[in-house]
């Protein structure tokens, strides 16, 4: 079962491969597994899709591997009808835990609940065989119309970062390999094999990148995965900058990269950018990559670099293998309703609606088909068959056992139709009305955005208009993302669930009747409406090519840069009880790029109910040097406390977070001067402050040249200084003079070069002025190193 074998074998082991070993070695074997070489005994692994559960599919990884069955299999998985149900859409696939999907669980902003969560995957992958997960999944959720944003956590990179690296420990401390994905913006699914992803490079690196270089940094992914967009025109597995300068050179990744299936187009290409391993298998791409390597478009030591990759991984994931495991699926539908639970957001809860008591409600309308049928997951590669689900409507009649619970579908208040006067009076005799609305079901996924912000079937109209006959309407959602709610201030409360797994019925119903108090807090900013939303105006692209036209300003930067208003801010959610807090300490002063810091306060429960609550860190920069969204989040931490209890609460901050990247520069930089550090319950609500001085050099706003305008050279004090005393000595000047000739370049709209000419001629040369900037750039870079 184990491969137990030194560095120094496996290169014994290269060595000894021929050059078709090789290619095939770097090519899978059927869908989901390595290729193994029988004749140097190195064996295979297997792999299979799961964000947030384990879909083993019993026909694609026990069935025949032959290149045709196997294509239209993974073709079935693509382009599959949810609506036809699980069986219907992936053959027989064996039952595995349903988790809350990475759009909700991820609302729990629980770092130990993420462990817990790669620990129980772990353990499913290991009872069914299976070495490594794909997933999980983070990319930046930059639209809520994004057909894969059921998998992915939040539009900020440090809550991805942080939730995705907790995931991946708890995995591979257990022996299954992650697969972080995917690299990079996959943030559409409109013709997401060729449209390409137009991204400046300061908003990659600060939004789209960020995510992935924390978890790799903190957690160390067996493999990352290629995307199967195009990014700045350039398909994202044959992409260089991205594979090899950034992740390998600068993040320092030794581990494989791994293509997206069918995700390659070039194999040589791929090969060269530094693509590791193409799956699934394809003879074709094979021939390729062995061509490629014999008539030296591919070098003999990229390939076997490759191969050496896989190899180790091959050695860690057989040794990591535990046998006799046995998943406690029991105890999974517990961890997953656990998770439901933390992960529910109450956003509106007027004249106090919830929780209701049980035992004092008569009559209970529910409506809507998710109370039956609960919609749990999204469609696509993900998508798992559960091993029970928790039914809504049950969960609410077991709670409220003294009640009658009537039950209706949104068809039932069709107007004039059979049902609509008996439909209407359940709703009219309710002592309350629990509505569980839905997007469409089977569009909500993989291949496929969605259209619009609207709820299914009119859902958003029947809200309306029921909620207007009765005051006591609570509205619950399973969504994908964010939805628009142009009946929000009709309804007395609203709980959103997003796609909760199979442990989300019950989950809600004690959220719903208080057994439990909520204590999620949203990953992305509601929009008012679509048109609000950051890349409204160049989504969904055109020509294969989609402009991030709102640069670093994505998702709650965007509504704070533009004094927009939102639905619900970044970081909100409801409890039943109330926190305040208090006494704001940092224990540094003054920072510089290499600090460390704790933030410290004093957290009180003032309400009357036990409860959870989540404070978030903001850093909010006073003169920025280049632009910046107006805060961005920095930390945050989740903890409990019982009614009247206060809590010292620390967080800690590294000051490499603060930083922003310097195109011209090409580094991160901090800016010097003085930040605002602030203690939030959400981005729109901001508890408490403390300034500190950030220590880091003064820089123009960027490099100089000839061209610069004064002011840019002007701007900094050590700059001025050093170009006054340029002036002075190359003009022959008094220090009254000098003076006199920097305010009259301050004033100046032209190049510097040319300004000074003006007054001084030709006794100060082009060469000489660009040669002196040259100079000055260097010794502000030389400043920018000593610092960092």
């Known amino acids: 079962m184990t491969w137990n074998i030194s560095d120094k074998e496996l290169g014994a082991l290269l060595d000894q491969m021929t050059l078709e070993e090789k290619t095939t070695l770097v090519t899978g074997h059927g869908l989901w597994r390595t290729s193994a070489n029988y004749r140097l005994n190195i064996p295979e692994i297997l792999m299979t899709d799961g964000t947030y559960g384990v879909r083993y599919s019993i026909e694609q990884i026990d069935g025949p591997q032959d290149s045709d069955s196997q294509l239209a299999s993974f073709l079935s998985v693509v382009n599959a009808d949810l609506s036809r149900g699980v069986e219907g859409a992936f053959g027989s696939t ?10 909700s669980f991820a609302c729990s902003w629980d770092v130990g609940l993420a462990h817990e969560l790669g620990e129980a995957l772990a353990d499913e992958c290991q009872a069914f065989g299976v070495n490594i997960l794909l997933g999980p999944g983070i990319n930046i959720r930059r639209t809520p119309l994004a057909g894969r944003s059921y998998e992915y956590y939040s539009e900020d990179p440090i809550l991805s970062g942080e939730i995705a ?19 990079a913006c996959n943030n559409s699914e409109v013709q997401r094999t060729t449209m390409s992803s137009v991204v400046e490079e300061r908003a990659l690196r600060e939004i789209y990148l960020a995510g992935f270089e924390r978890a790799i940094r903190k957690s160390n992914p067996w493999t990352v995965m290629s995307s199967y967009n195009r990014l700045n025109d350039v398909q994202a597995a044959e992409n260089r900058w991205l594979l090899t300068d950034v992740l390998r050179e600068e993040w320092g990744y030794d581990g494989v990269v791994v293509s997206d299936w069918h995700g390659i187009k070039d194999r040589a290409a791929s090969m060269n950018a530094g693509n590791d391993l193409d799956m699934p298998e394809s003879a074709a791409r094979r021939q390729e990559l062995l061509e490629a390597v014999k008539d030296g478009r591919v070098s003999a030591k990229a390939l076997d670099r490759s191969c050496l990759r896989i190899l180790k991984l091959i050695r860690t994931a057989r040794n990591g293998l535990r046998t006799n495991i ?156 964010a939805v628009a709610m142009p009946w929000v201030n009709q309804t007395a409360a609203v709980l959103a669930m997003f796609f909760g797994g199979q442990g989300a019925g019950r989950a809600v119903a004690e959220v719903l009747f208080g057994v439990h108090n909520p204590c999620g807090k949203l990953t992305v900013t509601f929009p008012v409406k679509l048109e609000d939303t950051p890349g409204f105006l160049t989504y969904p692209g055109e020509n294969n090519r989609h402009i991030y036209s709102e640069g670093i300003h994505v998702g709650y930067r965007s509504y704070d840069k533009r004094k927009l208003a939102p639905q619900f801010p970044f970081g909100f959610g409801l409890s039943y009880t109330t ?10 002063h003054s920072i510089d790029e290499a600090d460390t810091f704790t933030v410290s306060f004093d957290v009180t429960n003032t309400g009357k109910r036990a409860g959870k609550e989540i404070a978030q860190i903001y850093s909010r920069p006073h003169n920025p040097r280049l632009i910046r969204p107006l805060r961005e989040l920095k930390g945050f931490v989740k903890f409990e406390l019982q009614p009247g209890e206060t809590k010292r609460v620390e967080v800690t901050i590294e000051a490499r977070d603060l930083r922003y990247y310097d195109c011209d520069h090409r580094r991160w930089l901090l800016d010097a001067g003085k930040l605002t550090i602030e203690v939030a319950a959400s981005s729109r609500d901001i508890r408490l402050e403390r300034t500190i001085d950030v ?18 050279v002007l701007e ?59 100079s000055l750039n260097r010794e502000m870079g030389r400043a920018i190193g000593k610092a960092a």
């Open 695 to 712: 220590e880091a050099p003064a820089l123009p706003s960027s490099i100089l040249t000839v061209e610069s305008q004064p002011a840019t």
């Open 579 to 588: 926190f305040d807090y208090s006494n704001i300490e940092i224990d540094l």
């Open 326 to 481: 046995t998943a406690d699926f029991r105890k999974h539908h517990a961890l997953s309703q656990r998770m439901a639970v933390e992960s529910i957001v109450l956003l509106r809860n007027q004249a106090g609606l919830l929780p209701l008591d049980g035992t004092k409600l008569q009559r209970i309308a529910v409506v809507g088909a998710a109370a039956r049928e609960p919609v749990i997951q999204g469609s696509g590669c993900a998508t798992t068959r559960p091993t029970e689900v928790d039914i809504p409507l049950d969960e609410i009649r077991r709670l409220a056992p003294g009640a009658t619970v009537t039950f209706n579908v949104v068809s039932d208040f069709a107007p004039d139709s059979a049902g609509e006067q008996a439909a209407l009076t359940n709703i009219d005799a309710a002592d309350v009305a629990l509505f569980f609305g839905n997007t469409e079901v089977g569009y909500d996924g993989e291949g496929s955005d969605r259209t619009d912000l609207n709820l299914h079937d009119g859902q958003d109209e029947l809200i309306d208009r029921l909620s207007r006959r009765n005051g006591r309407f609570a509205v619950i959602l399973a969504t994908p993302d």
């Open 716 to 774: 900094q004090e050590f700059a001025r200084k050093r170009f006054g005393a340029f002036l002075k000595e190359q003009l022959d000047l008094d220090d009254e003079e000098t003076v006199k000739l920097l305010e009259y370049c301050g004033g100046s709209f032209l190049g510097i070069y040319n300004t000074v000419a003006w007054v001084a001629g030709d006794k100060i040369s082009k060469d000489a002025m660009a040669a002196f900037l040259d």
């Open 165 to 183: 690296a907790a995931v991946i420990n708890g995995m591979q401390k257990n022996g299954v390999g992650a697969s972080l994905k995917h690299f």
């Open 94 to 103: 064996r039952p595995a835990t349903c988790f809350p999907n990475g759009s």
